[in-house]
């Protein structure tokens, strides 16, 4: 199961971690959200994580990506991997 650290806006429309929230839906993975701090000063778990503080942040099997223009790059690869036939 992915874990995705996002911001607290209650919808998914309004920033990029909602996008990337719809993102993973419409892949259909499954995914835990954990909502960070307002205050980049108190994201200690992202920092650990990536190294900065910024949000959205990705956790997927091993990889772990920041940016949801990266995650959203990540979660179409992943796609086309599913789609190509066994064996090539």
């Known amino acids: 199961m992915a874990i995705l650290y996002r911001c607290k806006t209650p919808t998914d429309r309004l ?3 909602g996008k990337v929230a719809r993102r993973l839906r419409s892949a259909g993975i499954d995914y835990q959200e954990v909502r960070v701090p307002v205050r980049r ?4 778990e992202v920092d650990d994580l990536t ?3 910024w949000v959205p942040v990705l956790v997927h099997e091993d990889e772990v990506i920041h940016d949801s223009r990266r995650i ?3 979660l179409a690869y992943l796609e086309e991997l599913e789609s190509e036939p066994a064996g090539r």
């Open 15 to 17: 920033c990029p971690c």
């Open 41 to 44: 000063r108190d994201r200690d």
């Open 51 to 53: 190294g900065q503080r």
């Open 72 to 74: 959203v790059e990540y």
